[in-house]
């Protein structure tokens, strides 16, 4: 008998059941998400104050000063963009944690 096929089969499943068992995600720090919801708010904030900025400045015909508005709002909305990204984030790895603690 040939053990080669026989230990790599053994060594597959232990492997396979300890993959199986892995921990779930820890869940997010407290607070994390109630930070992060500050976050997206104060990040809509400074866009509207930079749209109305970008506003004041195209009606006074200063052209530089649009486009370097333009460019601050791109990169607001940029950032909320991944502001909230992030929020999804944590709010999913909150319910999963809540999810797997709960007795079932």
């Known amino acids: 008998m040939k ?3 026989v230990v790599t089969a053994v060594l597959l499943a232990f492997a396979a059941s300890s ?3 892995a921990p779930a995600a820890p869940a997010p720090a407290p607070g994390t998400v109630k930070s992060d919801r500050e976050m997206v708010k104060s990040d809509r ?3 509207k104050a930079d749209v ?3 506003r004041a400045d195209r009606t ?3 052209k ?3 486009q370097a508005d333009t460019a601050a ?3 607001d909305r940029a950032q909320g963009k991944a502001d909230r990204g992030k929020m999804r984030s944590d709010i999913q790895a ?3 944690a809540k999810k797997a603690a709960a007795p079932q």
């Open 3 to 5: 053990m080669k096929p």
């Open 19 to 21: 993959f199986a068992q």
């Open 45 to 47: 904030e400074r866009t």
């Open 52 to 54: 109305e900025k970008r």
């Open 60 to 62: 006074a015909g200063n």
């Open 64 to 66: 530089a000063a649009a």
């Open 73 to 75: 709002v791109k990169a």
């Open 94 to 96: 909150k319910r999963a």
